[in-house]
Every structure is written in C-alpha cells, then in structure tokens.
T-cell receptor
C-alpha cells in the first residue's frame, strides 16, 4: 500500500494564480483532512471531509476550497494564490472505529507534504 | 488560537538520557495524541491516550494524561540520535469528526 500520497511535492506560484493539490489514499479511509504548517508552528486544519461528497471548514478555511468526489481522493484548491498561503500542506486520512456503542476516531495517517511558495 | 501549548519549545540532550515534553490544552478532549515529524517529512503517529486513561506505554515512550490539569507529558527513555525530530501533541475534541488541534511542537535534538 502506498498509504497517503500528495501531488505535487513542490510548487511555486505567482500571486493570483490558481492550483489544485491532490491527496490520494489507498486505505479505504472514510475521513480526510487538509492542514497547513507554517515555520515553527504546528499544523492548522483547513478543511476536512467525513465521507465522499461531504466537506466541512476547519480552523483556517479562507482562500481555499475542497472537493471529495471520490472516497480515495481529497482535492485542495487555491483560486487566487496569495503570499500568505506560502506554506507546507499536509493531507491526512483516518478510518473511525466502533467501540461498543460509540464511534471512535483514532490516529491520522499523513502524507509527505507539498511545499508551496507564492511569490 | 492553538489548543495545545508545548513546553519546552526546544530540548537538547545527550544520547542515553531521557527526554520529557509537556503539553497543555484548554478544552475537554476525547483523546490526546503525540506525533513525530522528522525534518522535511510528514507526521508519524506515536501514541494515543484516551480521556479516561492516565498513563500509557509503548516501547521507550511513556505518556501521561491529567485531565484535571488539562496537561500531558511524553517521556522518551534512553534516547537515541535517531529520536532527533519535532514532537507534536494533538487533541481530539469531544466530537466524532476526528479533527485534531495541534500544539506548536517541541524540537528535540539528541547528540551522539
């Protein structure tokens, strides 16, 4: 299994350009997440999805859009890139487990990251 | 604002010594997780402790959780140079979405 893969690994954009980051997972996970990591900081959640066809906003959603048309893929789009979006982007996936009566969410599996620079 | 605050921000020790990192959080949680990130790489899950657990062990890792103080600690015993990395705590709030809120991390350097 490849696990979680991200495309591309690196990208340089000019302000105002658009692009799409692709996250793919082959573990049949229900939930997927997009984070950004800025220097010296932890990860901040941008958007997430708890199933095919569903998406929700995270902590820092402005300037980004997402789509989950297929269970294995989660796309992150930047419609008009800004220098403030220079960051490393990580995708993650998770498969919730059932513990007795309740659904339990456990560990996330991360991709290797996409380093994006916006000039 | 960040849910998790980690302390110290940086830690440098000699191989063979123990390393302790602390994490504090603000709201009630479902579980708390620790992840490791090697330079330029993605995060790797280390250990998860649920809100009804107080201590957990995995190999050279020991995690404690004090929900009354809203804090956790990660102890790495007998550290190795390969343990050099950044370590992040992440809290899963009382929800079923799996969302994690990460701390800012502790950078650990283990000198050979």
């Amino acid at each position: 299994n490849a696990g979680v893969t991200q495309t591309p690994k690196f990208r340089v954009l000019k302000t105002g350009q658009s692009m799409t980051l692709l996250c793919a997972q082959d573990m049949n996970h229900e939930y997927m997440y997009w984070y950004r990591q800025d220097p010296g900081m932890g990860l901040r959640l941008i958007h997430y999805s708890v199933g095919e066809g569903t998406t929700a906003k995270g902590e820092v959603p402005d300037g980004y859009n997402v789509s989950r048309l297929k269970k294995q893929n989660f796309l992150l789009g930047l419609e008009s890139a800004a220098p403030s979006q220079t960051s490393v982007y990580f995708c993650a996936s998770l498969s919730p487990t059932w513990t007795g009566l309740a659904e339990s969410t456990d560990t996330q599996y991360f991709g290797p990251g996409t380093r994006l620079t916006v000039l | 604002s960040q849910q998790g605050e980690e302390d110290p921000q940086a830690l440098s020790i000699q191989e063979g010594e123990n390393a302790t990192m602390n994490c504090s959080y603000k709201t009630s949680i479902n579980n708390l997780q620790w992840y490791r990130q090697n330079s330029g790489r993605g995060l790797v899950h280390l250990i998860l402790i649920r809100s009804n657990e107080r201590e957990k062990h995995s190999g050279r890792l020991r995690v404690t959780l004090d929900t009354s103080k809203k804090s956790s600690s990660l102890l790495i015993t007998a550290s190795r140079a390969a343990d050099t990395a950044s370590y992040f705590c992440a809290t899963a709030l009382s929800s079923n979405t799996g969302k994690l809120i990460f701390g800012q991390g502790t950078t650990l350097q283990v000198k050979p």
